[in-house]
T-cell receptor, first 114, second 113 residues
Framework: GAVVSQHPSRVICKSGTSVKIECRSL??????MFWYRQFPKQSLMLMAT?????????EQGVEKDKFLINHASLTLSTLTVTSAHPEDSSFYIC??????????FGPGTRLLVL | GEDVEQSLFLSVREGDSSVINCTYT??????LYWYKQEPGAGLQLLTY?????DMKQDQRLTVLLNKKDKHLSLRIADTQTGDSAIYFC?????????????FGTGTRLLVSP
């Protein structure tokens, strides 16, 4: 199947700093990508839909000024967690649809804010 | 809103069949998916079924869909220890042009030798 990569796979940062996570579709183009958040032993919660060439669409309760999304090209979306706090520590996963039916997920980024 | 539920835990012996169940509430679902997540990893797409189908088989995997009852199941034949993971079902609403997925709570499958 198609491949989606994320970078970094793990990041530890100090409280108050910003962290950027990249999501790339490696062998296909994606005008839309999705960002999810997963807490330990819980399901994935959709945070936002990243749209190439336009603003991201955020789910209810997700602060758009805190989680900045930029869909810079047809193969790259970035999520920046601004002024990170310990409660932002989580596993962040991106995904990209390929065709009408399938959606492929990245390997995830584990963020720990100290 | 949409809601997808799964049982939390399933334990089987190696060689047995595993059946993981999922119920959903959105009657406009178009596609339903099964994903596998191993510890610390992303999600691996296992299989999916279109809502006008009631069964799909792919090697050891069989998906059954009862659209009337909004019930989806994944059967893994000859379960192996490598199948131990968390399995998520997900539904895609027909009301959106995007592939927005709603995930279930996940079922942790433990396969013992």
């Amino acid at each position: 199947g198609a491949v989606v990569s994320q970078h970094p796979s793990r990041v530890i940062c100090k409280s108050g700093t910003s962290v950027k996570i990249e999501c790339r579709s490696l062998d296909f183009q994606a005008t839309t990508m999705f960002w999810y958040r997963q807490f330990p032993k819980q399901s994935l919660m959709l945070m936002a839909t990243s749209n190439e060439g336009s603003k991201a669409t955020y789910e209810q309760g997700v602060e758009k000024d805190k989680f900045l999304i930029n869909h810079a090209s047809l193969t790259l979306s970035t999520l920046t967690v601004t002024s990170a706090h310990p409660e932002d520590s989580s596993f962040y996963i991106c995904s990209a649809p390929q065709g009408r039916e399938t959606q492929y997920f990245g390997p995830g980024t584990r963020l720990l804010v100290l | 809103g949409e809601d997808v539920e799964q049982s939390l835990f399933l334990s089987v012996r190696e060689g047995d069949s595993s059946v993981i169940n999922c119920t959903y509430t959105d009657s406009s679902s178009t596609y339903l998916y099964w994903y596998k997540q191993e510890p610390g990893a992303g999600l691996q797409l296992l299989t999916y079924i279109f809502s006008n189908m009631d069964m799909k088989q792919d090697q050891r995997l069989t998906v059954l869909l009862n659209k009337k009852d909004k019930h989806l199941s994944l059967r893994i034949a000859d379960t192996q220890t490598g199948d131990s993971a968390i399995y998520f079902c997900a539904e895609r609403s027909g009301n959106t042009g995007f592939q927005k997925l709603v995930f279930g709570t996940g079922t942790r499958l433990l396969v013992s030798p």
